[in-house]
């Protein structure tokens, strides 16, 4: 057992892509597959960014960036990560898979989204996500 002090630096979440609160009271547990995402764009300081569009991987049932040139699922959107989530430890493993949380209904400054969505992912998620 380790009893040693130890200090942890934790950024703010950054949800300013949020247009207001509205859905932000019903967010849904998910797994990421941390594989689906790449090191250096979407988590270079060791942490997936909330306001990532996700899509969900049809074999495992995990979740993953919306990519539509994709043909494992995650070729349709299906939310977007509502808070962000450490996937590097201390030690600088990077985990496989973690727990998240994904909102399904929400209004989006598309503007302030950490990347960009396409044409394409903002007709999967119909009128459940409006984009202000």
């Known amino acids: 057992m380790d009893l040693t002090l130890k200090t942890v630096t934790f950024n703010q979440d950054q949800r300013n892509w949020l247009g207001s609160q509205h859905g932000t009271d019903a967010p849904v547990s998910i797994t990421l597959d941390v594989t689906k995402f790449t ?18 991987v049809t074999a ?3 979740y993953g960036l919306y990519d539509d040139a994709a043909s494992d ?13 450490d996937v590097v430890s201390e030690r600088g493993a990077v985990a496989a ?3 998240g949380s994904m909102l399904l209904h929400c209004f989006i ?16 998620l119909g009128a459940r996500v409006i984009f202000v």
């Open 73 to 85: 699922g995650r070729q349709t959107c299906v939310g977007f990560l509502f808070t962000a989530v």
């Open 39 to 56: 090191a250096g764009t979407h988590y270079p300081d060791g942490f997936l960014k909330s306001g990532l569009p996700l899509g969900k």
């Open 60 to 62: 495992s049932g995990k």
């Open 97 to 99: 898979s973690v727990g």
């Open 109 to 124: 400054r598309e503007s302030k989204l950490p990347v960009t969505i396409d044409a394409a992912g903002k007709t999967d």
